[in-house]
């Protein structure tokens, strides 16, 4: 590209008289269309360009515009520079393809030595150069170049130019000022077309301004614009992009024709604001019309599948992609893991996984984060020692730091340290995750002088951290230091108070439980409150602790007496210890009644040998993991519940977390 970097072009600084233009003739075309074939890559020659007409451009431009359009920027240049040494006039239809191979090839000084032609040649007017022109000066330079260009010329009247000059503000970061161009060219009567209103839309995205974007959609509705379905896909996007999901579900509504594109962004704006119903709901609702969800659409719905209660949901959505033979790339492939590991099907996620042809960095990462949650820390540090062995994956700080995860679940000491070694820049996060491998495995000396070294005892992620292994180790002494300087560091959290009020009532200490309550109820705190549910026959059930409410509440409470009696009469020992449990009223509340356990009984009076599954908003405490480990060897039965913290897998005695959670 020797050529276009010159800034001292000798045909190009060379000033001559120019022949007066001519029309084009059938000679003329026929001779440019002959030429073609004879000036393939730099095979072009002084007998080629002999033949060219020298009174008319037509010919030059189609050998101009045939190069660009190849990518042979140099040609161009060399085709122009022979156009100029020959006497041949360029016009208006020259120059642009001209600008645009400056532009293509990153060459501001060719661009302006052009721009000095336009100028000296009388085109510098014509709308033609000077979209090109600002086109020209908007990739290579900035938004004050464009600027300056617009307001010197006639182009106030040419909606490529306001549209251009909003689209160099938008990517300079400056959505404001695109805006307000926008609202002067309705203002001057300039005409508005599509891609100026979806310009437009984007800077509302952009800025994330509800406000703006309303009005340009009304300035888009009186245009007559609406019906296009490329202006009201963009204003979709933008309405979700700006929280507005009620806006978008209107303007979708009102939509005459829609394509897969809008459904999908409707669909994506409900699951990314948790209205996983409704996007469940219009999803459904897209196939029966007849629109073919593609890959982007099923990526989109997925994520709404990724909850306990909508796992059945997921698998339909799982075997549609099979029965439609949907070519499923990795990034679909990704998602579908990524539901399978959240909505409790691990397996499935793992087989999902073992079937990809492809993987990249996401899918590790995914498969072994999910295996950590599952409480399969060592089969994550397996799949991490498999990738670096056998796959030319990079591993990356997040794949360190989902190694890292994996050994504080597996309680892989060691191995987890060198993990976070090869941690360049650790957040918070990190220092969290290395606080918890030290605690959980009882070494609380190493992990408080690790808080010290990194100066990181002002983090609550970090001490709550080191709060799982006090747990975890029945270490009440360094648990009562943590817990106040939970209450410290975060004074508005509730539950850090209950913790603290569930410590004093261990000892007895009612005073003490009194005198927290009244700071809870003086600070305006409210505390949170234990549910669980389950699904059953595509309905969500909802207990609360000691909840009455449900219609068989009588049938699930006679099933926990008899389990609890033949809990006891193997030698079963309720454990009542809620020192550091962050529920109060589950203190106070026959274990019986917890949520959880009301969830389990459910599940057992309506399902006669499937795996049982609950969600709890909260800590399941220690007296129902304990129980609900019992329950699951005698009744010879799966239980998984799922906290905030990781998927708890009851079998036969047994839980995946190993009692750390």
Not at 95 to 98: F, H, I, K, S, Y
Not at 173 to 190: D, E, R, T
Not at 433 to 441: D, E, N, T
Not at 518 to 536: N, V
């Given at each position: 590209m020797e050529a276009l970097s010159s800034p001292s072009s000798p045909f190009l600084l060379k000033t001559r008289e120019f022949l007066p233009m001519q029309c084009h003739s059938k000679r003329n075309i026929q001779c440019c269309r002959s030429l073609s074939p004879k000036v393939e890559g730099l095979g072009m020659t002084h007998q080629v360009f002999d033949e060219m007409p020298r009174r008319d451009t037509f010919p030059w431009n189609q050998l101009i515009g045939t190069h660009l359009s190849s990518g042979e920027l140099d040609q161009v240049v060399v085709v122009y520079e022979e156009m100029l040494m020959r006497g041949v006039r360029p016009d208006k239809h020259t120059?642009?393809?001209?600008l645009a191979a400056s532009r293509l090839s990153n060459s501001l000084v060719f661009g302006k030595q052009i721009h000095g032609h336009a100028v000296?040649?009388?085109?510098?007017?014509?709308?033609?150069?000077?979209?090109?022109?600002m086109e020209m000066y908007g990739h290579l330079d900035d938004a004050s170049t464009v600027k300056w260009l617009f307001d010197k010329s006639n182009a106030q009247k040419n909606p490529v130019s306001w549209t251009l000059l909003m689209d160099r503000y938008i990517r300079e970061?400056?959505?404001?000022?695109?805006?307000?161009?926008?609202?002067?060219?309705?203002?001057?009567?300039?005409e508005v077309d599509a891609v100026a209103v979806m310009t437009a839309v984007g800077a509302c995205a952009m800025l994330r301004s509800l406000q703006e974007g309303r009005k340009v959609h009304q300035i888009t509705s009186a245009s007559g614009l609406e019906s296009d379905v490329l202006v009201s896909n963009s204003?979709?996007?933008?309405y979700i992009n700006c929280d507005g999901v009620k806006d978008a579900r209107e303007a979708f509504d009102r939509m005459l024709l829609r394509d897969a594109i809008s459904w999908t962004e409707m669909v994506r704006g409900y699951v990314?604001?948790?209205g996983f119903n409704e996007g469940i709901k219009l999803f459904r609702k897209m196939v029966l019309e007849g629109i073919r969800p593609d890959a982007t659409a099923i990526s989109s719905i997925l994520p709404a599948c990724a909850r306990m209660t909508a796992r059945k949901q997921g698998k339909e959505i799982h075997g549609y992609l099979i029965r439609n033979q949907i070519e499923m790339n990795v990034t679909l492939q990704n998602a579908l893991m990524d539901m399978y590991v959240k909505s409790g099907f691990i397996e499935c996620a793992s087989k999902t996984f073992a079937g990809m042809m492809n993987k990249d960095a996401i899918s590790w990462t995914i498969m072994m984060h999910g295996y950590s949650l599952h409480g399969q820390g060592a089969r994550a540090v397996e799949l991490f020692h498999e990738m670096q062995n056998g796959h030319a994956t990079e591993v990356d700080q997040v794949l360190y730091a989902s190694a890292l995860h994996a050994c504080v679940t597996a309680n892989i000491v060691e191995e987890g340290r060198v993990y976070f070694s090869h941690i360049r820049a650790p957040e918070v996060r990190h220092f969290a995750?290395?606080?918890?491998?030290?605690?959980?495995?009882g070494h609380f000396t190493e992990a408080r002088a690790f808080i010290e070294e990194k100066q990181i005892a002002g983090h609550a992620e970090v001490q709550r951290a080191l709060l799982v292994g006090c747990r975890a180790h029945r270490d009440l002494k360094i648990g009562k230091q943590v817990i106040e300087q939970l209450c410290n560091l975060d004074p508005l959290d509730a539950g850090n108070y209950i913790m603290l009020s569930n410590w004093f009532a261990r000892s007895a200490k009612w005073d003490m439980?009194?005198?927290?309550?009244?700071?809870?109820?003086?600070?305006?705190?409210?505390?949170?409150?234990?549910?669980?549910?389950?699904?059953?026959?595509n309905k969500v059930h909802v207990f609360a602790t000691g909840d009455l409410s449900h219609p068989r509440s009588e049938r699930i409470y006679w099933e926990l007496q008899c389990l609890i009696k033949r809990l006891e009469e193997g030698g079963y020992c309720p454990d009542t210890d809620f020192s550091l449990h962050d529920v109060d009223e589950e203190r106070e509340c026959v274990p019986l009644r917890h949520s959880e356990m009301l969830a389990i009984s459910f599940g057992l009076i309506t399902t006669k040998s499937a795996t049982i599954r609950v969600t709890k908003n909260l800590n399941i405490c220690r007296n129902c993991h304990g129980m609900a480990?019992?329950?699951?060897k005698v009744v010879e039965r799966e239980i998984i519940v799922k906290d905030p913290n990781c998927f708890h897998h009851f079998k036969d005695g047994y839980c995946s977390c190993g009692d750390f959670w």
């Open positions: 120059l642009p393809r001209v000296k040649l009388g085109h510098s007017s014509e709308d033609y150069v000077i979209t090109a022109l970061q400056k959505p404001s000022l695109a805006i307000k161009l926008f609202y002067q060219m309705v203002h001057l009567g300039a204003l979709l996007k933008m990314r604001k948790g995750l290395m606080v918890s491998l030290l605690a959980r495995a439980v009194d005198r927290l309550r009244e700071t809870i109820r003086d600070m305006g705190l409210s505390p949170k409150k234990a549910y669980s549910w389950t699904e059953f026959r480990k019992a329950i699951s």
